[in-house]
């Protein structure tokens, strides 16, 4: 919400000096919080001037520049060049003189152009940030303004004000309203509030409400047995001169607080709307048929809404309708068939109260925010209406030159807000604070509560415009927040002894810092997949469905952490950043085939569920295992001088796996594997045991063109989970053993479609308790191996623990794995 300060200071005191940094450190003392200020981009000299003459002189290349003699309160009238052709001599014009700064930032200053010295600038509504028009100069007769030359600009056309902005949490609609906000600003500073709602003139208009406009609500079909509208006020004004433009002062306000002026009936409605919070909508009265009708959709319905676009409605849309059919979507946006326009002299003014829930479903359902919906979600004042209805009227009497007719209408029948009971020290109970009875009805009194005495209780009963206070938490919140948070102790809760995290805690952390300590970057994606990205990567692998996702297009819980790390990759190579290695470390969402989920309701109030009741709301829970997924492309190690660069491949994703077995102290053993999107022949399975629990491998190319990532993608995915339950609970360590280890080398041919790991293996098991490492190092397929063999040539290194062992007793333990891996697999020693 962008606040206008000039606005603010209508409604309440604020110091003359007061900068927005002391503004928004005053709202924050009451639990708003400050998002940026705007305004303040201009500085003078900005001045007015009258055009006493000019010259039109053509250019060569084209263009026709005007040489103009401005008049600005000075003794001689100032050379301006200007390129713009709508103004007359005798126009009063907006000067921006040397020195000054228009937004960009644009510095003002005297240049030779055009063969001339232009001391200054004629400068268009643009250039002023009054509008978007461009192609012409800005004339202060079109805004009924005729000041004297020489007048200050910024402060005539209110361009010295400027805005602070504060972002408004979901419980806090009222201050969705410059009401609001100086309420607000009230109880945070002591300074006197004027509420807007109880002026005299308005009151007045109120008590004469229009009569004979037909209003019928038909909602055959409340979302969740709510009511979708239960306020519904018109009123009519007529005789508008639709030549009348928009106040300049009107103008800025709604500039600053991020709304463009489109004309006077709709930037009236739209005033008022900031200034009150409550949405306002105005019909071309002429264009509607018959009376108004509230009503659902009916199936297969269609409206072209006010930005032209035609929208297939829902059952569950609350409607506007006439005679004629539909004419807008309720709470959320106008249809385009009653829309005002430059030629409408008589409106019919909607103020009505529609119902959060079914307004926050029809506006995300159409991916349609406006402003509008974005206060009736929160909950606007029922009781404001009325008063907003009348403030419209009131200002199309006095800037359009309407009149109110008797047309109109009154549908109330909104809910009073249900007391509350509170109970003596309750507050105190709650936020550690011994708040005195004082404090803490004054505190509610401010805020609007009205407050009954009963025995040692308050029976508060919040007011209109605060539907969010419901129960005892909600007013010790407020009460808090009205006298202060310093007042709330900050004090650091002490850890019992012995507790911390838990074994589970401990490795998924360990895990996450062995791959950070190996060059790998963390990252956190969503946890949401696409239909398209879950089918590539889990094909018909059953997976929960959100009712209602963030984004229509990722509904998907995902089963596999693959596809956020890809997009991550995506992300970074469109950046430029062509050398990743990136890991996350989170939940996998597992439901079991056949099985739903999400049986379970938790008890009303603040009563704890019990074990039985937290038992099925966990059984109505999928499995969520923690899952580690790693991806490597680009460049392992990057060219330098006198080293070549190494690309990154499947073997990175096999290490970090062995890395990551450990840091959890778990024996793995890979093997050659499958994955639907991955490449059929760079693909392993990794297990403990027989058990499955990863895999890794390079993404199949013709998904990686498809993303457009690179022919080389590796990738890692382990089942965290069963990795921390199936390792060690107790690692044993191995004494260091002092004496020499003797190393030898060992080739051995066998056909090509054995695994190395299993040749591997074999050697392990064969050599037997003296051999303290075996690794492959070269896989050579080439002359002097015969065709469809390969020579796999593994280093060994052996070691005594208690005695220097002899070459031959390490050469002995090595032909007993060469034995072994020729029963198994028929290798042979290559010559």
Known sequence: MRVPISWLREFVDVPADASAADIQADLVRVGLEEEGVHGGELSGPIVVGTVVDFVDEPQKNGKTIRWCH?????????????????????????????????????????????????????????????????????????????????????????????????????????AFSIRGIARDYSNSTGAVFRDPARTASLVELVQEPGDGFPVTIADQAPVRGRAGCRVFITRVVRGL??????????????????????????????????????????????????????????????????????????????????????????????????????????????????????????????????????????????????????RVAQLLVELAGGTVDVLGSRLYEALPPTPITLRDGFIASLMGVDYTADEVSDSLRAIGASIDTTDDVLVVTPPTWRPDLTDEPTLAEEVARIVGYDRIPSVLPVAPPGRGLNRSQQLRRAAATMLAANGLTEIQPYPFLSEAAHQRFSGDAPAMRLANPLDAEVPVMRRTVLPGLLDAARRNLSRGLTDLALFEVGVVFLPEPGRSYGSGDLPAGNAHPGADALAELNAGIPPQPWHVGALFLGDRIAKQPGLSAVPASLADAVTAAHQLAVSLAVPIRVEQGNHPAMHPGRTAEIFVGDTVVGVAGELLPAIADELDLPRVVALLELDLSALIELGARDVATAPIVTFPAATQDLSLVVARDVPAGDVLAAVAEGAGSLLESVRLVDDYRGPGVEVGNKSLTFALRFRGADRTLTAAEASQAKLAGVLVAAERFGATLRE
């Open 70 to 174: 401005v008049d600005v309160g000075e003794a001689e009238p100032r050379g301006v060049v200007c390129g713009a052709h709508n103004f007359f001599a005798g126009d009063k014009v907006v000067v921006s003189l040397p020195g000054a700064v228009l937004p960009g930032p644009f510095p003002i200053s005297a240049r030779k152009t055009y063969g001339h010295i232009s001391d200054g600038m004629i400068a268009s509504a643009r250039e002023l940030g009054l509008g978007d028009e461009h192609d012409g100069i800005l004339r202060l007769a079109e805004l009924d303004l005729d000041p004297e030359p020489g007048t200050d600009a910024l402060a005539l056309l209110g361009l010295d004000d400027f805005a602070v902005e504060v972002n408004v949490t979901p419980d806090r609609g009222y």
């Open 241 to 390: 001169d639709p030549t009348r433009a928009t106040p300049t002062w009107m103008v800025s306000r709604l500039r600053l607080a991020g709304i463009r002026s489109i004309s006077l009936a709709v930037d009236v409605t739209n005033y008022v709307m900031l200034e009150l919070g409550q949405p306002i909508h105005g019909y071309d009265l002429d264009k509607l048929t018959g009376g108004i009708t509230v009503r659902r959709a009916n199936r297969g319905e269609t409206l072209v809404t006010l930005d032209a676009q035609k929208r297939q409605l829902h059952t569950e849309d609350l409607l506007i309708t006439d005679e004629s059919g539909i004419i807008g979507l309720a709470g959320v946006m106008g249809g385009a068939t009653t829309e005002i326009t430059d030629a409408t002299t008589a409106v019919l003014i909607e103020a009505a109260n529609f119902d959060p829930v079914s307004i926050a479903r029809t506006a995300r359902r159409h991916k349609l925010p406006s402003e509008a919906s974005k206060r009736f979600e929160r909950g606007v004042d029922p009781l404001v209406a009325e008063v907003a209805a009348a």
